[in-house]
């Protein structure tokens, strides 16, 4: 199983995010630790989370609403944040290194333990097809490394922002093999539950259009 994020917007605004990527890019990854120099393809060792369970999916999806699950679209709007600080931007950067290193061990069941219940139902409600029985639930979240070359690399992540709610958004830039040989942008939105982060939102900016 491979995950793609459901809502895109054109990629017209692509080139406007790996450039605002780019001039944020050597202060982020100096201050982001354990970001480097350079891409880096994070190693499935680094998914380190604690799996969500098909029964405590299952229960998610059973509970929600339907109006829950947002459509692909378009257009999106952004909210512009200030700077995050440096413990913040640390967190959130770590955060996004383990989400890439699960889908890199495809490990589906620790990369929704680092999503929010209401990002799980609103950007992949899809899952709930997946989790219909207990034998494709099994399957589905059952550990399934992609071969070497389909790993997904990091490329960059910058304009680390607290937006006026108090969560985080940033900008990952990837190269992900099983979307093309061209990179893609997300802006990630990250919220804080006792202590912990997590990711709340994503928006693929998707290059094909």
């Known amino acids: 199983m491979h995950i793609r994020f459901r809502r895109s917007i ?35 060792s680094a998914c380190t ?20 699950p947002m459509p692909d679209s378009t257009t999106a709007t952004i909210t512009i944040g200030k700077p995050a600080d440096a413990a913040s931007a640390q967190q959130v950067t770590t955060l996004i290194h383990q989400a890439v290193a699960c889908l890199n061990a495809g490990d589906f069941g620790r990369f929704f333990a ?3 219940d209401h990002a799980i139902v609103t950007i992949f409600p899809w899952i709930a097809e997946e989790l219909a029985t207990e034998e494709s639930a099994a399957q589905a979240l059952a550990p399934s490394p992609p071969p070497s070359d389909f790993l997904t ?34 802006l990630l939105t990250a919220v804080e539950q006792d202590g912990v982060w997590f990711i709340d939102n994503a928006i693929d900016f998707d290059a094909s259009e």
């Open 10 to 44: 054109p990629g017209a605004l692509l080139a406007l995010l790996l450039v605002m990527t780019a001039l944020f890019r050597a202060g982020a990854l100096a201050q982001d630790a354990p970001s480097q120099i350079g891409p880096i393809t994070p190693p499935a």
């Open 153 to 186: 690399t990091i490329l960059g992540i910058g304009s680390i922002a607290q937006l006026p709610d108090g969560s985080i958004s940033a900008v990952l830039v990837q190269l992900d093999p099983n979307a093309g040989d061209q990179p893609t942008a997300l």
């Open 49 to 68: 989370v604690g799996a969500r369970t098909a029964e405590e999916l299952v229960a998610l999806f059973a509970n929600a609403t339907p109006t829950d």
């Open 114 to 116: 680092l999503l929010t």
